[in-house]
């Protein structure tokens, strides 16, 4: 028996979206993995070339994380109208746009608190669309399907008829509907029934539909418009609505002023420059100044900490020791943990421990640059730099709990703070010590070794497998086809004297690491929005213990020992033990934007 059209389609379906699922996934997992772990490799191979350099590499983490995101705080503020007539234009110039792209009746809604004041402002809108342009409007109110009349100054959601609105205006006007409808249901002056039409008017082609009144995005009508028009935020925009929106605020006043939404108001490219300005804030940025203090001081104690001997291991391993930081400011602060929680934790500590000390015993030396000899590290160098990652830690809390109040009070705006965290932090770096200190580690960087990078270079290895593969150059009569197209444009590309260039070295490797930071942030980021915060946690643990491999294993040349591998596993195990006890009353999980990664 053959299977049905119906179960084919739904076995379709289930295999695209099994397949879309599994495409995801491998690449948020490759980003977390694959940049993440490049990312910690990266820094390692910078440190090592230049330990000096934490301030640089934080302010080249700080701004590029800034400039991808100012694409998402940046908008092109439209004109505001100069009147109430200069705003009835505005609105009747946006309709006729959304007009010009639609092959249909585009149906606008009007809503205000005040009924009179949308039903003017619509009756002004339709007057200034006929004078525009020789379009047919259709004007309805929300009074014409009262049942109650118009005297009554109290009117409830049961004096209406939104069924009538439904099925005699709204669906014959939407997309694959009759076009026949019905303006008017109930007379204003006594709420009775009007006697139907006997002939329905029909709607021309890219008509529009205007209707004004009160509670027009409640009782499911939302989802009939195609551009709304809310007078004094009578109306919430919901998040992921892409109908165009524009917020009317002061409608009677002089200057009434307009937020749009998913509209786009064609300008000059000139002026949409200079009219480029921040969105507006959902956090007060005095929020956000604490905050990026804490995060900047972290970041620099975090690259420091480099300049002192401190190996990558012992980086990745004291980070996780986070959660030590946490339950003893919680502590002071009052609040309570369980048991587990408490022991887990300690298995941290001990495991912190452990691997701390295994680590900077085997680097009792280090090469120096230009020469094989060995130098002794002394112990206070080390630490020096342990005192600052411990102090980087419990900064870092600080922060934690400062995010967990501000996004109790406004809201979890991850994105926003991701980005003001970085952007605000840059000038910053002009502050005494920090600037001199960058300005320093510039120059050092700038007088590395010079490399070439060109453009032929990177051709060279290509256009030689293309001479001697038979798959570019496919065999005819007399044997290989001689110089072609391909040979042509890669003879051009290698003979371009502009497309080489000189660089100091130590440049290579810090855009390495800048750039694998940027794909391990965003991998984070994805991940956070599609599972909970207890998969994230394990996730980044399990990517930890494979940094802590490479780092000991593939870079250091080293088995490690049991003291470090044992502490590494009590980090992991009083990890996992502390994300799983679920009876704690533990803090909120860490912001989006600024999870540890």
């Known amino acids: 028996m053959a299977p049905s059209n119906e179960n084919v389609h739904a076995s379709t379906v289930l295999t695209a979206v099994l397949q879309s699922t599994l495409a995801q996934w491998t690449f948020i997992l490759s980003l977390i993995f694959g940049g993440c772990c490049s990312n910690a490799l990266a820094l390692e191979y910078t440190a090592r070339h230049n330990p000096d350099a934490g301030s640089l590499i934080t302010f080249a983490q700080f701004l590029l994380v800034a ?55 619509a009756a002004d809108v339709a007057e200034r669309l006929r004078t525009l342009s020789p379009v047919t409007v259709i004007r309805a109110s929300l009074d014409d399907f009262r ?55 029909t709607a021309t082609r890219r008509s529009i539909l205007l209707v004004d009144g009160s509670a027009l995005l409640e009782n499911d009508l939302d989802q009939f418009w195609d551009f709304r028009v809310i007078l004094d935020e009578s109306g919430k925009n919901q998040d992921g609505n892409l109908c165009p929106t524009m917020v009317v605020t002061g409608v009677e006043k002089k200057r009434p002023r307009i937020t749009w939404s998913n509209i786009v108001v064609p300008m000059p490219p000139l002026v949409q420059l200079f009219r480029l300005r921040f969105r507006p804030l959902k956090v007060p940025l005095s929020h956000w100044i604490v905050q990026v203090v804490l995060f900047l001081v972290t970041s620099l104690l975090n690259n420091a900490a480099f300049r002192y001997s401190i190996p990558m291991a012992v980086h990745i391993i004291f980070r996780s020791g986070g959660l030590v930081i946490n339950l003893l400011l919680g502590l002071a602060l009052g609040k309570r ?11 941290v500590t001990i495991g912190v421990a452990m691997s701390t000390l295994s680590s900077l015993s085997h680097k009792r030396s ?17 630490f020096v730099g342990l005192a600052f990652l411990t102090l980087a830690l419990v900064l870092s809390s600080l922060m934690g ?28 770096f002009a502050f005494p010590g920090i600037g001199g200190d960058l300005v320093q580690q510039i120059k050092v960087a700038n007088a590395s070794p010079k490399v070439e990078v060109s453009l032929p270079g990177l051709v060279a290895p290509m256009h030689s ?32 004297p502009l497309l080489a260039f000189t660089l100091p070295s130590f440049y290579i490797p810090l855009a390495i690491n ?41 870079v ?16 992991v195990a009083g990890t996992v033990a502390y994300s799983l006890d679920r009876g704690q009353l533990k803090p909120k999980p860490q912001p989006k934007g600024d999870k540890e990664l």
């Open 67 to 121: 400039i991808a995101g100012l694409r998402n705080r940046l908008y092109v503020a439209p004109p505001q109208p100069s009147s109430r007539k200069g705003l009835v234009d505005e609105i009747a110039r946006a309709l006729l746009r959304a007009r010009a792209g639609a092959e249909r009746t585009i149906r606008v809604v009007i809503n205000a608190n005040v009924e009179a004041e949308a039903n003017a402002l």
């Open 147 to 201: 049942r109650t009349p118009l005297s009554k100054n109290e009117a409830s959601a049961s004096d209406f008829d939104y069924s009538a609105l439904k099925s005699g205006l709204l669906e014959p006007l939407s997309p694959g509907g009759t076009q026949k409808y019905v303006a008017k249901v109930y007379e204003r002056s006594t709420g009775r029934p009007l006697a139907p039409p006997r002939v329905l008017p």
């Open 337 to 347: 943990y369980t048991p587990t929680q408490i022991i887990s934790v300690l298995i």
């Open 366 to 382: 280090k090469r120096t640059d230009d020469t094989m000899s060995v130098t002794s590290v002394s112990y206070q160098e080390q």
């Open 401 to 428: 709990f400062a995010q967990e109040r501000t996004y109790a009070m406004f809201g979890r705006h991850w994105e926003e703070g991701m980005f003001y965290l970085h952007f605000l932090a840059l000038p910053m």
């Open 465 to 496: 497998f293309v001479k001697s593969s038979s798959a570019f150059r496919p065999g005819g009569p007399l044997g290989q086809y001689p110089v072609g197209i391909v040979d042509w444009i890669m003879g051009k590309i290698m003979a371009f």
């Open 514 to 554: 800048v750039f694998t930071q940027f794909l391990c942030v965003g991998g984070v980021h994805r991940l956070t929005s599609r599972v909970s915060s207890l998969t994230v946690t394990l996730v980044l643990v399990v990517r930890k213990a494979v940094s802590l491999w490479i780092s000991v294993v593939l």
């Open 556 to 571: 250091g040349g080293s088995k490690g020992d049991i003291w470090l591998w044992g502490g590494a596993l009590a980090v």
